[in-house]
Each structure stands twice: as structure tokens, then as C-alpha cells.
């Protein structure tokens, strides 16, 4: 069992920067990937980024450039830095936790309560 908690979102102008983190119980940490999705009003939930054990990365195609992912297995905490950020990217962010390493949000058995990010123009 895996519980995760996201801190970290919050209003900011176009342009500028936020660093999410995620927060998560239990000793097995090292062994789960890691993910953050997001979902804005009235859209399907989108893929941002994924992190393997050992550090291997994905990101979505609207995020690449932008966003970094990263995590201390000492902390057992995930974080994503945003930067340049866009009114599009305006959205609930989750992240998740997984034995496999997928972008598919349903493959997925661990998420977060999420947090809010507002990017204003």
C-alpha cells in the first residue's frame, strides 16, 4: 500500500515557475514508478511525466522542454519543476504510483488527493 500526497500548486503569471512534490508512505518506495497527470475543467485526464526506479524519464509532448521530473528514494518524494508555464497548463495534478512503467493513467494503482495549479495570462 502506497499513500501520496501533493504539495505545492498554486496561482502563478505566465511564464514563471512552480515546483510540485509528492510525498509518499511506505518502505518500498524505490520500487514503484512514479507519475504526475493533470486534469483541467472538462478534459481528459493527461499524461505529464513518469520516472522509473533508477531514473529513467518520459514526458508528455505538451510538457517536454518545460517540466523536469525527479525523486530522492531517501525522501521518498517525487517532484515535478514547472517552468515557462502557459495558461493551458491550468489543471488538477496528480501524481500516482506503479510497479510498471506506463503514461496510461488507468494502469495506475496509487494516487494522490492532487493539487491545484492556476497559470494566469
Known amino acids: 500500500q502506497v499513500q501520496l500526497v501533493e504539495s505545492g500548486g498554486g496561482l502563478v503569471q505566465a511564464g514563471g515557475s512552480l515546483r510540485l512534490s509528492c510525498a509518499a508512505s511506505?518502505?518500498?518506495?524505490?520500487?514503484?514508478?512514479m507519475g504526475w497527470f493533470r486534469q483541467a475543467p472538462g478534459k481528459e485526464r493527461e499524461f505529464v511525466a513518469v520516472?522509473?526506479?533508477?531514473?529513467?524519464?518520459t514526458y508528455g509532448d505538451s510538457v517536454k522542454g518545460r517540466f523536469t521530473i525527479s525523486r530522492d528514494n531517501a525522501k521518498n518524494t517525487v517532484y515535478l519543476q514547472m517552468n515557462s508555464l502557459k495558461p493551458e497548463d491550468t489543471a488538477v495534478y496528480y501524481c500516482?504510483?506503479?510497479?510498471?512503467?506506463?503514461?496510461?493513467?488507468?494502469?495506475?494503482?496509487?494516487w494522490g488527493q492532487g493539487t491545484q495549479v492556476t497559470v494566469s495570462s
Open positions: 500516482a504510483a506503479n510497479l510498471g512503467y506506463s503514461s496510461k493513467w488507468g494502469e495506475y494503482d496509487y
Open positions: 520516472i522509473s526506479w533508477s531514473g529513467g524519464k
Open positions: 511506505g518502505r518500498t518506495f524505490s520500487s514503484y514508478v
